[in-house]
């Protein structure tokens, strides 16, 4: 098993004092599900944002540490953060499609990275909406704005339009809170399917949700990595009172 | 203890008649200007008035000049202001960090759409007509428009840039694409509708202006077309101040004609604006 993130004494603060991440280590191990669970405030958004450098937006005061991706410090200031981006992809917790069309919402990471060509672009949309199980249900009418999809269809959308850049790790952001349970169940069927080829970290809207889809649970509480192991060893051996307490809904 | 309840019904159609008579009595005074203006100017109208040449002293023929004079001095404020306002306001709402430098940017800007328009003439004047030596001239007119127009472009653009969801700026980062993309490809976009109502505010405000042409491009009389952007020209606005005041004698169909036309100038830009609004909106998703 290749750690495909490796995460050395990464202290993180925002400028405004909110949610910060304090001295984290961590290894995100390659084609495994990994999951971020804790109360809200824990941090687990914030290590996301780090990953694909998306904090780069928010107001962050200060950054230590290390935090490796295929042994390339992703933290580096100099970093080309556009490839990076490519390479680690992000559902979000909400599903936010562009107000473009179908076809445009997956289509718009290739044709901002350049490519052009029609039946590249063609192939590509397909097999990213193939991939997130949407394609069957929108090959008709990929004209049709995105907007005009259910909820459940645009979070697959979502999943497709990171997809459709072939990256190597998908993060999801709570990728199913806003969601009915049976939109949940495809998008944890897509996951389970996309672990073979993709690294993923999902920061579930439930414990639940994490013991059916994760390899491996980490649990964040006010900015520390309280617990990390195998999901199994969490949910019957945790080691930790405080997870203990969390996962059998004492408090959360 | 019994509750005592107030019975708020009446209260609520009182409310409703009272703010509904106010809306009313603000849309009044507006359609008496226009009713009376057509009322008076309408006899004038017709094809001579608005495609030939003053004659007689202006008491015959047509404004035509004025038209066109003010149709050049449209575009030609559009063709710099657009530009650069659309620019500062991007620059502003997407790349400015809060600081001491754009913190004063922004009160610059407020403060230029606070200056009086004949202040702007007497600038327009020093600098383009004399300094840059441009003359009385066109070129000179549109310049002193666009720097009038700016701070009108330039806050409703930014607002239009501002009201475009975060979400899509931070899923598109997302994708790998750069800032200028996002700005290009999505905000935009979705921030035109928004953009086109304040270059057309800012425009229309350029056209009806005289003060910022009285000493920089606009002509007393001039019963030709320019022929070059350092031709001085007869514009809407002053050719009306000149006919008005300055002309004994003058017919006052002439006079309300003129008005007319440069209503209908307005008006013609202003529903071109919303057809385009109303079709970008239609697309609009969110």
Known sequence: MKDKIIIENLHLKYSDGTESLLDINMRIIEKKITALIGPAGGGKSTLLRVFNRLNDLADVAQVSGKVLIDGINVLDPDLDVIALRRKVGIVFSRPLPLPLSIYQNVSYGLEVAGEKRKNVLDKEVERALQLAQLWDEVNDRLQDPAASLSGGQQQRLCLARTLALRPEIIMMDEPTSALDPISTLKIEDSMSELKKDYTIIIAPHNIQQAARVADRVAFFLQGKLIEYDLTSKIYTNPQDPRTQDYITGKFG | ?286
């Open chain 2, 1 to 286: 203890m019994r509750l005592r309840f107030h019975n708020p019904r009446l209260t609520e159609k009182i409310g409703t008649i009272f703010v509904t008579l106010v809306a009313l009595s603000a849309v009044l005074p507006i359609l008496a200007i226009v009713v009376y203006i057509v009322y008076q100017g309408s006899p004038a109208i017709n094809w001579e008035f608005v495609s030939a040449m003053p004659r007689n002293g202006m008491h015959e023929g047509g404004i035509l000049p004025a038209i066109v004079g003010t149709l050049y001095l449209t575009v030609g404020t559009a063709i710099f202001s657009v530009p650069v306002g659309v620019a500062a306001a991007i620059y502003l709402s997407e790349y400015a960090v809060d600081n001491a430098l754009t913190r004063n940017i922004r009160l610059a800007i407020i403060n230029l759409a606070g200056i009086p328009s004949v202040v702007y003439g007497l600038f327009g004047l020093g600098l383009f007509v004399i300094f840059l030596n441009f003359g009385t001239s066109i070129l000179a007119a549109s310049l002193t428009l666009s720097i009038m127009t700016l701070p009108v472009i330039i806050s409703t653009t930014e607002e239009a840039l501002r009201a475009v969801p975060q979400s899509f700026r931070v899923v598109s980062t997302s994708l790998g694409a750069t800032k200028w993309q996002t700005i290009r490809r999505l905000v935009l976009p979705q921030a035109l509708p928004g953009i086109l109502t304040g270059v057309v505010l800012g425009l229309e405000r350029a056209a009806g202006e005289t003060a910022p042409i009285l000493f920089t491009g606009a002509a007393f009389f001039l019963p030709r077309l320019p022929n070059s952007p350092f031709d001085a020209t007869m514009a809407l606005p002053y050719h009306l101040y000149v006919i008005s005041t300055q002309v004994p004698g003058m017919p006052i169909q002439i006079q309300y004609g003129t008005v007319m036309v440069l209503m209908m100038f307005v008006l013609f830009m202003n529903l071109i604006v919303t057809f385009i609004r109303s079709r970008a909106r239609a697309r609009r998703q969110w």
